[in-house]
């Protein structure tokens, strides 16, 4: 299915692009990608767009309001940062910093108040020393709250280029 692409701020140097249809069942074969049909499927979906909007336009705000309280991210490294941590490092990024996601091969497997995303991003940063293109799989998890599904933990491991 080819991405689907969304401009997040006027100057469209930010965006993110994605496969439209973020799909879970929890009853499904996991290799399948079967339609969502129940509403919190739908839901999750949503919040996972969101997250990926939100990171490609470094909305702070946006990604602070989906994180849970709770939140850790476990980066490339190996290295477990809390959710003031994320925040931080998400500020840090110097204005006029172009990124791009795009995200593909996701599933989306929810277990009555807690989804599972799994998927494959391409992230692309154009900054004043050049361009940086890496590839990542990821590993969300999301839990339902009051105040609706908010994602407690995040996993990133890198992803080697294949050779030309």
Same mark, same amino acid.
């Given at each position: 299915m080819p991405p689907e692409s969304a401009t997040l701020r006027p100057d469209a140097q930010r965006r993110t692009e994605r496969p439209a249809d973020l799909t879970a069942d929890p009853t499904a074969d996991p290799t399948a990608d079967p339609p969502a049909d129940h509403p919190a499927d739908a839901e999750v979906a949503a %919040? *996972? =767009?969101r997250w990926m909007d939100g990171l490609a336009g470094n909305d702070t705000a946006t990604l602070a309001g989906l994180m849970d309280? #709770? *939140?850790?991210?476990?980066?490339p490294q190996g290295a477990a940062h809390r959710r003031d941590a994320? *925040?931080?490092a998400m500020r $840090? @990024?110097?204005?006029?910093?172009?990124m791009t996601v795009t995200v593909e091969? +996701? #599933?989306?497997? =929810?277990?009555?108040?807690?989804? +599972?995303?799994?998927g *494959?991003?391409?992230l692309s940063v154009d900054h004043p020393g050049g361009r940086a293109v890496r590839r990542y799989r990821f590993t969300d998890v999301f839990v339902r709250r009051p105040a609706g599904?908010? @994602? %407690? #933990?995040?996993?990133? #491991? $890198? +992803?080697a280029e294949a050779a030309p």
């Open positions: %919040v *996972l =767009r309280p #709770s *939140l850790v991210h476990v980066d994320v *925040l931080e $840090a @990024i110097p204005a006029g910093t172009a091969d +996701v #599933s989306l497997r =929810r277990f009555g108040d807690t989804a +599972v995303a799994v *494959l991003t391409r599904w908010r @994602i %407690v #933990s995040t996993h990133t #491991s $890198a +992803v």
